[in-house]
């Protein structure tokens, strides 16, 4: 059911991590629905992303398009990382499964979520760039240990 | 890494050699139809009355109760529907529970928009229905009460025999899904009271594609497929002689193996249950620990989400399903994991694994080993279990 690109990125999946003291993280989705993505960005003072980071609660598309994205917006400066819509990273996943398709929105949300985060955070405005409507928070739902 | 570990027998089996070999001569040789009257056609009406014989005797029913469909849903369906419309007059209401297969849900939802009346029973955290809250449910207009044996899913086995009884009393029409059930656990039709029951032979390596409902006889069913005399004029269509064979042949050989079959299994279920509750943190055993298919192991997984771990399971070999709305194809993860009050998330990250006769412990030891890396590893790439684990430091 998925392509070759998205098994090798599920398979051996880039980026994965936690940035610590991050430019900006950004988190979208909601457990409800299966999928949260969180990501990371280290941004660097010529607005340059340096490295990205990124955890995947979800399935193998959304561990795939995480996977993806973080490749294709890494050294990119934050404008052009505002090019890489949902349709790139399908694009360059070689196609996903229709059903699969919100994943793939919701790697684009992640990555405008974390340039949101950074933006706020050094007081600055990105062109073209939206609040995201996504972002979910710790208030969100307590995970009770059992 | 060329081993194939099939833990998805709840999904389908593995048909029989056994049953394989007793049905090809009916598509080559034997091919006649059974409403024919030259001998290659006629001789298979006794082939199919000596196979509802078998089928019957499984249950304590009698062979012209036996009807013969394309399936489980099928079965489901007319049960519902038929009887539905032919008791239309006594009552418009009727009651099932809330982690009944589809087949029964959905039937319901559409008896709904033909102007019936459905009570969906709750079930507890181990997915029991409430003996009170069904006979507090219980109305004048009642006709029809519809629990299913066992679960698919989590494999709790419904105290069906309560249920038939208060039906019984009530001169309730009482009907079980029991396709995951049959030649699982004994049935017996009388000592259950059960007027109705929906069974499908691929889930006992039976071929697919062919089912049964079981008719007590005096139920009025109204026909479900018109256009023909058989199976009493109730279900009309040529028989499927290779298939009603293939379900003879199964439920023989099901009927000879269970005593031995089920206690295997469910000494491997228990191990491997125990070495995931040992092993592995953060899970739950869904469903009912003793009051449960022999061959069904569900876990949930906390921080995990299903499909991943599907996916990575298959790459190691390892064949099993999951709950979770991604393997589903809608948002929504199994309703019966919703009704046992899993939340959401949780239910998301829901395996099940059902055994088969050819498993092994080595098997199920390799299983372990794999799903501990890979739940392992999942959490390693889960924004939920870092919030978790900076949350408890």
């Known amino acids: ?146 | 890494m060329n081993k194939l570990i099939y833990l998805d027998n709840a999904a389908t089996t593995k048909t029989a050699q056994e049953v394989v070999d007793a049905m090809l001569p009916y598509y080559t040789e034997q091919f006649g139809n059974p409403s024919s009257i030259y001998g290659i056609g006629a001789a298979n009406k006794d082939v199919i009355t000596k196979n509802r014989d078998i089928i019957a005797g499984s249950l304590g029913a009698k062979t012209n109760e036996i009807y013969f469909t394309a399936g489980g849903s099928e079965a489901d369906n007319w049960a519902l529907k038929a009887t539905a419309e032919a008791y239309e007059k006594k009552g418009n209401h009727i009651i099932t529970s809330k982690i009944e297969h589809h087949a029964i849900l959905h039937s319901c939802q559409y008896l709904e928009s033909k102007g019936f009346e459905v009570t969906y029973l709750d079930v507890d955290e181990n997915g029991v229905v409430d003996i009170e809250e069904l006979k507090a449910s219980i109305r004048p207009t009642t006709i029809l009460i519809s629990i299913m044996f066992a679960n698919n899913e989590i494999g709790t086995i419904q105290p069906i025999k309560e249920i038939g009884a208060i039906a019984h009393e009530h001169e309730i029409l009482f009907h079980t899904d029991a396709v995951q059930a049959f030649a699982q656990v004994p049935i017996n039709v009388d000592e259950y009271h059960i007027d109705m029951l929906s069974s499908s032979a691929h889930k006992l390596n039976g071929p697919k594609g062919i089912g049964f409902l079981y008719i007590r006889t005096g139920v009025k069913i109204r026909s479900f497929v018109h256009g023909g005399a058989q199976e009493r004029k109730r279900r009309a269509g040529t028989e499927n002689v290779p298939g009603i064979v293939g379900y003879g042949t199964a439920v023989a050989r099901a009927m000879r193996t269970m005593e031995k079959r089920t206690a295997k299994e469910v000494e491997l279920r228990d191990y491997l249950i125990e070495r995931i509750e040992n092993e592995i943190p953060y899970c739950r055993l869904n469903g009912h620990r003793t009051l449960r298919l022999p061959n069904n192991v569900n876990f949930s997984f906390q921080f995990v989400e299903g499909e991943s771990m599907l996916i990575n399971l298959d790459l190691k070999g390892i064949c099993a399903s999951s709950g979770s709305a991604c393997t589903s194809g809608s948002l929504d993860p199994s309703h019966v994991l919703l009704a046992i009050g899993l939340p959401h998330e949780i239910a998301h990250g829901s395996l099940r694994l059902t055994l088969s006769e050819e498993i092994t412990k080595e098997d199920l030891d390799y299983v372990v080993d794999q799903l501990k890396e890979i739940v392992a590893l999942i959490r390693s790439m889960s924004p939920l279990y870092e919030d978790f684990l900076k949350k408890n430091k």
Request: hydrophobic content about 35%; proline content about 3%; aromatic content about 6%.
């Open chain 1, 1 to 146: 059911m998925y392509t070759e690109k998205v098994m090798d990125h599920f398979q051996h999946p880039r980026n994965v991590g936690e940035i610590e003291n991050a430019s900006g993280v950004g988190t979208v989705g909601n457990a409800k629905c299966g999928d949260i993505m969180r990501i990371y960005l280290d941004i660097d003072e010529n607005q340059v992303i340096r490295d990205c980071k990124f955890k995947t609660f979800g399935c193998g598309a959304a561990i795939a398009t995480s996977s993806m994205a973080t490749e294709l917006v890494k050294g990119k400066n934050i404008q052009d990382a505002l090019e890489v819509t949902n349709k790139a990273v399908m694009e360059a996943l070689d196609g996903l499964p229709p059903v699969k398709v919100h994943c793939s929105l919701l790697a684009e949300e992640a990555i405008h979520a974390a340039l949101w985060d950074y933006a706020e955070k050094h007081d600055i405005k990105i062109e073209g760039l939206e609040k995201p409507k996504n972002d979910i928070s710790e208030d969100e739902e307590d995970e009770d240990e059992y």
